[in-house]
């Protein structure tokens, strides 16, 4: 069973940076894509960027190429995305989520790490 541990929220200022982790642990993931989605309060949960395991490719919501970054390190089973120019709009509840493949459900979600924007 995929298991799912974020961290690296906090409080951070309009124009500053954060950096969020996903520690992924419970199988290889091969085959697998790894992606951070959010929930501001009051909205829908939203796709941010995702990640091929095996290639490296990434996937990224339009609004957010150029200021968002997600990478790997496959030898720490972890997943990252960087956060640049940070706006009040990005503060969110950020998660992490697993699939098998890229036509598979998001099928393990992490708990999930706040990430607030003060203007």
């Known amino acids: 069973q995929v298991q799912l541990v974020e961290s690296g929220g906090g409080l951070v200022q309009a124009g500053g940076s954060l950096r969020l982790s996903c520690a992924a642990s419970?199988?290889?993931?091969?085959?697998?894509?790894l992606g951070w989605f959010r929930q501001a309060p009051g909205k829908e949960r939203e796709f941010v960027a995702s990640?091929?395991?095996?290639?490296?490719?990434?996937y990224y919501t339009d609004s957010m190429k150029g200021r968002f970054t997600i990478s790997r390190d496959n030898a720490k089973n972890t997943v990252y995305l960087q956060m640049n120019s940070l706006k009040p709009e990005d503060t969110a509840v950020y998660y992490c989520?697993?699939?098998?493949?890229?036509?598979?459900?998001?099928?393990?979600w992490g708990q999930g790490t706040q990430v607030t924007v003060s203007s």
């Open positions: 989520a697993s699939r098998a493949n890229r036509f598979s459900s998001w099928s393990s």
């Open positions: 419970g199988r290889t993931f091969g085959g697998y894509y």
């Open positions: 990640i091929s395991w095996s290639s490296g490719s990434t």
